[in-house]
């Protein structure tokens, strides 16, 4: 695909590596000359130094033949004017990033077809989405919702004395419409056989019927869904975070340092209880007793104060961190320190734009572990291989795993004698390595 890509800050890198290594054909345009030459010097893509809203500069950039440009500079109103020229210049697809909660007219943090652009994200009001999430689920470290919502996806965390380690995954006492769909073992992510067994601090993904899921997630931990939460910082994702919870009827805390910013609040959220103070300082966590509370959550707008909250926060007791970091290279180390959950809106903006980066076949996808797999959603046509064949002797490439089946109104977790009808849609894991074969068997391309 030629994708034009519209700003250069950590999103738009971010994009732009994740595109060039799917090898489409990339044009990145930026005002900073700096950021320019940095991107040429390590990036084999086109570049071009401008106003990205500037229709000579659009015109350079030929955007009326890509199949999608997608405007992530740090002005909302320049990725807008943007998104609509590049529409106006014939461009197939447009996305446009924003930063302003006010821009959208829904809490979901993507709205589509708003004023001519194709997609508007807000990469904070998703990151507030996923924590919320996160709170709701039994203890997981991430929460993917799959096919409308109707399969849900979970990433738990092997404890050192599970009951689930060291046994054939074929033997595990899993609810029926469950699978383990993949392990990540040492950072490295495979899909594992009915053979493999867990070990202790592996990561695992578990695919399923969101409320067989749920039962499932009870087999890996003792905890549950969080009921009291606290939040360091009442920035964009802070406050979206309170108001999803306060719909849920949660207790929610927020400790903010900015005076104005926290008498605003008080105002605004009703049901929330607001502290003026830094939540880097340990004598305003004990006086608050955040140990007492089920989550605690840090999203302020420096990641120094969000790691630095999260490790005072297990010291004052806290049984659940998630910390917020802009730096996603960071996020193993933050785990390493004994941080639960590390996000990054960067990571949440581009997974989500990576989405459409793709051809029309596929419906949707979904990035696991930094790009080592990805979960696919394919609608099957009469001439795939995989219809009106058993899984059994379709003979799925190892490092492939067939999730579930979407026909109609049901879902199907799939077993050995499962078949694929044209028309169902279907859901894959698959590792990077072994992406390309799944085309001999949809009849699809992937990019």
Request: glycine share 8%; proline share 3%.
């Amino acid at each position: 695909m030629y994708i034009v890509v519209i700003g250069l800050g950590q999103v738009g890198r971010h994009v732009i590596r994740k595109l060039e290594a799917e090898r489409h054909d990339v044009v990145a345009i930026d005002m900073d000359k700096e950021a320019i030459d940095d991107v040429a010097e390590h990036h084999d893509i086109a570049t071009l130094q401008g106003y990205g809203a500037n229709p000579r500069v659009l015109r350079e950039a030929r955007v009326g033949e890509a199949d999608l440009v997608v405007a992530v500079t740090d002005s909302d109103e320049v990725n807008f004017i943007a998104a609509l020229a590049s529409r106006q210049f014939g461009a197939k697809k447009v996305i446009a990033r924003v930063q302003d909660s006010a821009f959208l007219d829904t809490e979901d943090g993507v709205q589509y077809g708003l004023l001519g652009v194709d997609v508007v994200i807000n990469p904070q009001v998703l990151l507030a989405r996923e924590i919320a999430k996160i709170a709701r689920s039994h203890g997981a470290l991430e929460v993917i919702d799959l096919a409308n919502d109707r399969i849900e996806v979970v990433k738990m965390i092997m404890a050192d004395k599970s009951r689930m380690l060291h046994k054939p995954l074929a033997k595990l006492p899993l609810p029926p419409n469950v699978l383990i769909a993949a392990v990540v073992r040492d950072g490295e992510l495979f899909i594992p056989g009915g053979a493999d067994v867990l070990l202790p601090e592996d990561r695992v993904y578990i695919a399923g019927l969101p409320e067989d899921v749920q039962a499932a997630e009870d087999l890996f931990t003792r905890r549950r869904e969080a009921h009291r939460v606290v939040i360091v910082g009442g920035g964009v994702v802070g406050e979206a975070l309170a108001r999803d919870l306060l719909r849920d009827k949660a207790t929610v805390l927020i400790i903010e340092r900015r005076a104005a910013r926290a008498r605003q609040l008080a105002e605004e959220l009703e049901g929330a209880t607001i502290v003026h103070g830094d939540g880097t300082q340990l004598q305003i966590l004990e006086e608050e007793k955040v140990g007492t509370y089920d989550l605690f959550v840090a999203v302020s707008h420096e990641d120094e104060v969000n790691l630095m909250a999260g490790l005072l926060a297990k010291r004052a007791g806290a049984d659940r961190t998630v910390v917020l970091a802009h730096r996603p290279d960071y996020t193993e180390i933050y785990r390493q320190l004994g941080i639960d959950v590390v996000l990054s809106p960067r990571v949440v903006a581009s997974d989500h734009i990576l989405r459409w980066a793709r051809k029309t076949e596929l419906q949707s996808l979904t990035v696991l572990e930094d790009g080592q797999a990805e979960v696919l959603e394919f609608v099957a046509t009469a001439n795939s291989r995989v219809v009106g064949t058993s899984l059994r002797r379709l003979n799925l490439p190892r490092g492939t795993l067939l999730v579930a089946i979407v026909h109609g109104d049901e879902v199907i977790i799939p077993r050995g004698d499962s078949e694929v009808q044209p028309g169902d849609s279907v859901l894959v894991f698959t590792t990077t390595a072994t992406k390309q074969n799944l085309a001999r068997l949809f009849g699809t391309k992937l990019l």
